[in-house]
């Protein structure tokens, strides 16, 4: 091939490039051509370019729905918490619920029905068949495993169950304890 048909496809393929970078990006307009010159296609851009756009709104999509810290219920004796325990003949056990409860909406394993107060405070929460406590504290952004089934395994009638028989259709577990509500240990 000689230096001239070397020169000539070299630059024809640059023409090629050069057209093809304008189409991605600017509008498709036709190419400029000489009376010489055959008008060349451009081929259509794989992509679209984007179009300029005003700045995005950001879209409010929290990865974790709870609040933090966790609601959680714990025992109070004498006016102090306690967490989960309790000292015997130390005087009257009630219940606290630290944090704010929030209501995912019904889900696989927690379809039951929730109780508000006038406040529109989640009060209670009563165990379809099918309910698992893991999914009712999840439903309610509760991750302490033992915060529900504990405080409520103290009260009627979870407390007189068996221990392998917590929930139970129809069984209301409170979810905001009444500090006028004296707990009791669950029986074995």
């Not at 696989?108 to 009563?126: H, P, Q, R």
């Amino acid at each position: 091939m000689s230096s001239a048909a070397k020169l000539t496809s070299a630059i024809a393929g640059l023409t090629l490039v050069v057209i093809a970078l304008a189409g991605c990006t600017a509008a498709s307009e036709p190419a400029a051509s000489t009376p010489s010159e055959k008008p060349v296609a451009a081929e259509p851009a794989a992509v679209s370019p984007a179009k300029p756009s005003s700045t995005p709104t950001p879209v409010s999509t929290p990865l974790d729905p709870c609040p933090s810290p966790r609601p959680v219920i714990s025992l109070v004796q004498d006016g102090r918490k306690t967490g989960h325990s309790f000292t015997e003949g130390a005087g009257k056990v009630t219940g606290v619920l630290d944090g704010e409860l929030i209501d995912l909406g019904p889900r696989e394993f927690a379809k039951g029905a929730v109780k508000l107060n006038s406040a529109g405070e989640i009060v209670s929460y009563t165990v379809a068949s099918g309910d698992a406590i893991l999914a009712i504290n999840k439903r309610f952004c509760v991750t302490d495993y033992y915060s529900i089934i504990g405080y409520n395994s103290g009260l009627e009638p979870l407390r007189s169950r068996p221990a392998h028989q917590k929930i139970q259709p129809g069984d209301v577990l409170v979810l905001r304890p009444d500090p006028e509500v004296e707990w009791l240990p669950p029986v074995d």
